[in-house]
């Protein structure tokens, strides 16, 4: 028997409307009166920070905008973020978006109070310690960011996604509102809904699970493979947007005090060379890893193609393996995510830098089947050949 610990200490709160509560939340938790608001311009452009914005300002809070983010966020963004944040005295940062969005506020509540870069603390040369309050509003369902410890920036430099990964990174608040969800399109609740799939299934099987992540794991799985055909087909669909949100929460919790994996690692290390959108990244590697992965833990696979509803329990656990893989990538493809060949900018001859990048990767070493340099080309040739 192992030892284990899970830590969450995340305030969530989750419900229709609950955005609209978000300055009587942040009164119950005092901490100040100046706010760094970090989104994208696409959220800003739908109409979602706008509203949030003029309450908070209402509740009489002094309110800076920062919206100089990319999908896959830069140190550099980081940084400028960091510097507004030092220039308008914010107290807390509040991020209102996907994973850019939070993942970048996480790196600026904590380069604006302490400066240094996000290198510095990603590869230790800087500790991480005072950090100002985050607090994170999604709007996919997706990354989990709002209840984990990490945050993964892409190097400019080196193209290298860093991941900063901290305790006293985890949000202070999370609040979360289906309804911010309803006018995602279909392209991208495709493409973060499988991320979140991701996160359950790399996080119940990784080497530092445990069984908290891992109940947690199987519930998002489940939520998850349901639900989101639905919400893919029909953005209004309530029900459908509630169950992702809640799937997507469900997930970050499960890896968030574990880690994920080789999906993850040859995802970020795609997205670093070629802004690829992260979900898709992950969708194109999860079923060759998992056939790859499969063979060092039958059972274990057996039980994952169970709990998304791809083998029954009549099925023995190979028949199950085998229609886990296949299960996986007829179901990415109803959500008509593209294969890696139909990437932009992806080339046979970049495959030793992916391959490097994913080495480098800390989280290689979490995987459930150990993994080399050698397999990973295999992985990608085997991906590209699909």
Partial sequence: MKAYSYFCSTRIEMGVGKSKELPALLQSLGGGSSILLVSDPGVIRAGLVAPIQAALEGAGYRVSLFDQLSQNPRDTECLEGATRFRDASADMVVAIGGGSAMDTGKAIALCGPNGGTPADYADGRLAYENIAPIICVPTTAGTGSEVTRSSVITESTTHRKMTLKHAALRPTLA??????????????????????????????????????????????????????????ADGQNEAARHAMLEGSLLAGLCFGSADVAAVHCLAEALGGMYDTPHGIANSVFLPHVLRFNAKENVTMHADLARYMGFAVDADTNEQAVDKLIAGIAEWTAGLQIPKLSDLPGVKEEDFPRIVELSMKNGSTPSNVRTISAEDYLRILEEAYRA
């Fill in 175 to 232: 609040v979360l509102d289906p309804a911010l969800t309803y006018s995602v399109p279909a392209s991208v609740t495709a493409a973060t809904g499988v991320d979140a799939l991701v996160h359950a299934i790399e996080g119940y099987t990784c080497k530092v699970t445990n069984p908290i992540s891992q109940a947690l794991g199987a519930k998002a799985m489940k939520t998850i493979v349901s639900a989101l055909p639905l919400a893919y």
